[in-house]
């Protein structure tokens, strides 16, 4: 038996420390754009940054697997919200 797919990919709900700086540092609504649909989540404010309430949602949507590549793009980033452009690039070999 399989688990579903998000579980095998929801270490990719973190953002990478290099991009923080860019991001507001309070917990803000943030928009993920991807084949003209788009998902409402939250950014996480803190140590870790992530996103929440939505990400599974997202990755259930995409039918997206374990080794799919995602590209985020930020679009914009005020102090009350964060926009994404999400291009998925296809599978690594994991």
Avoid at 9 to 21: D, E, H, N, T
Avoid at 28 to 43: D, P
């Amino acid at each position: 038996m399989n688990p579903e797919p998000y579980l095998y990919i929801v270490f990719l709900q973190f953002i990478p420390k290099s991009i923080c700086g860019y991001l507001p540092p309070i917990s803000v609504k943030t928009m993920l754009r991807c084949n003209g649909k788009e998902w409402a989540l939250t950014l996480t404010s803190g140590g870790r940054r992530r996103l929440i309430n939505g990400w599974k949602q997202f990755v259930v949507d995409n039918n997206l697997k374990k080794g799919n590549v995602l590209l985020f793009e930020l679009v914009e980033a005020t102090s009350g919200s964060v926009i994404f452009s999400v291009e998925e690039l296809g599978l690594t070999n994991a």
